[in-house]
């Protein structure tokens, strides 16, 4: 009896945990859900007695944000193009390729994964003043490539664990070039795992704050930092209506990246485990 009491005790504080939590995380999107739609000019009690799309107006007839929005967009599109370009090379040849510091190189490829985004743009901010870049774009671009390179990085590397290395020696051996075995044998093979590390890249160079507020200035800043900006200088519900474009876009660009490569298999096995 009391070893079904326990069990039920710990079977109830378990799910009891993960209520709560799911909670924690819940809770704050339904309500900027709620307050996006309110109708008042000014944040007033909770729940809004009346609701209209004046926010979402307000966002998409406001020019600092649109401004903000195109910056995000145009950073995260190249970004991710570069990233996925050159992270799926590095990856290639960190599994193709062993020599020495192997390992240690891909452990620097991998570090901007765990290094504070404050670090990373204090850093980039410093290394582009040395090199003589004050423009605000560069600098972004530049901050925006180095994190998202890891997870194009790590979900190649996932995905060509389970290409047989045989596949490529065939190709070489029925007459192909080493350029031509991996253009027509090892990318198609590993392509699932490189959108899917595409995909990642663009919604963390689209979300990110940390790098994009040392790396902005007056003339190029991201939609996030014009939404942070302007939570210090005048806050409204417009921060809420945006939130939930934020909300929206990256719950559709997780579900493309579940039909296509299978979010069990991505998450588990693909971008921060092997």
Same mark, same amino acid.
């Given at each position: 009896m009391s070893k079904r009491l326990a069990d039920g005790l710990f079977t109830a504080l378990y799910i009891g945990l993960i209520?709560? !939590?799911?909670?924690?995380?819940l809770i704050p999107v339904?309500?900027?859900? #709620?307050?996006?739609?309110?109708?008042r000019s000014f944040i007033g009690p909770f729940p809004p007695k009346d609701f209209s799309l004046r926010w979402y107006r307000e966002f998409f007839n406001d020019s600092y944000y649109h401004a903000g929005?195109?910056?995000?967009?145009?950073?995260?599109?190249?970004?991710t193009l570069v990233s996925t370009v050159t992270g799926a090379l590095a990856? #290639? !040849?960190?599994?193709?390729? =062993?020599?020495?510091?192997?390992?240690?190189? =891909?452990a620097l490829f991998l570090s901007p994964l765990i290094i504070p985004s404050v670090i990373i743009g204090f850093s980039v901010l410093i290394f582009a003043a040395r090199l003589g870049i004050i423009d605000g774009m560069p600098r972004l671009l530049m901050g925006h490539i180095l994190i998202t390179f890891p997870y194009v990085l790590r979900a190649t590397l996932?995905?060509?664990?389970?290409?047989? $290395?045989?596949?490529?020696? /065939? /190709?070489?051996?029925?007459? !192909?070039? $080493? /350029? =031509? !075995?991996?253009?027509?044998?090892?990318? $198609?093979?590993?392509?699932?795992?490189?959108?899917?590390?595409?995909?990642? /890249?663009? #919604?963390?160079?689209?979300?990110?704050?940390?790098v994009s507020l040392f790396l902005s200035d007056s003339f190029s800043y991201t939609l996030p930092v014009a939404l942070l900006a302007q939570m210090h200088a005048n806050l409204n519900l417009t921060v809420a209506a945006v939130s939930v474009l934020f909300i929206l876009v990256t719950m559709v660009l997780i579900w493309i990246l579940d039909r296509v490569a299978g979010l069990d298999k991505v998450v588990g096995t693909g971008v921060y485990g092997r």
């Amino acid at each position: 009896m009391s070893k079904r009491l326990a069990d039920g005790l710990f079977t109830a504080l378990y799910i009891g945990l993960i209520a709560g !939590a799911a909670l924690f995380l819940l809770i704050p999107v339904v309500v900027s859900l #709620i307050l996006s739609f309110d109708a008042r000019s000014f944040i007033g009690p909770f729940p809004p007695k009346d609701f209209s799309l004046r926010w979402y107006r307000e966002f998409f007839n406001d020019s600092y944000y649109h401004a903000g929005l195109m910056t995000s967009l145009y950073i995260a599109t190249v970004a991710t193009l570069v990233s996925t370009v050159t992270g799926a090379l590095a990856a #290639i !040849a960190l599994d193709r390729l =062993q020599f020495r510091g192997r390992d240690i190189l =891909q452990a620097l490829f991998l570090s901007p994964l765990i290094i504070p985004s404050v670090i990373i743009g204090f850093s980039v901010l410093i290394f582009a003043a040395r090199l003589g870049i004050i423009d605000g774009m560069p600098r972004l671009l530049m901050g925006h490539i180095l994190i998202t390179f890891p997870y194009v990085l790590r979900a190649t590397l996932a995905t060509l664990k389970g290409i047989k $290395p045989s596949y490529y020696e /065939a /190709a070489l051996s029925l007459g !192909a070039t $080493p /350029a =031509q !075995a991996l253009w027509h044998v090892i990318l $198609p093979l590993a392509r699932t795992g490189i959108l899917a590390g595409a995909i990642f /890249a663009f #919604i963390i160079s689209f979300d990110e704050v940390g790098v994009s507020l040392f790396l902005s200035d007056s003339f190029s800043y991201t939609l996030p930092v014009a939404l942070l900006a302007q939570m210090h200088a005048n806050l409204n519900l417009t921060v809420a209506a945006v939130s939930v474009l934020f909300i929206l876009v990256t719950m559709v660009l997780i579900w493309i990246l579940d039909r296509v490569a299978g979010l069990d298999k991505v998450v588990g096995t693909g971008v921060y485990g092997r």
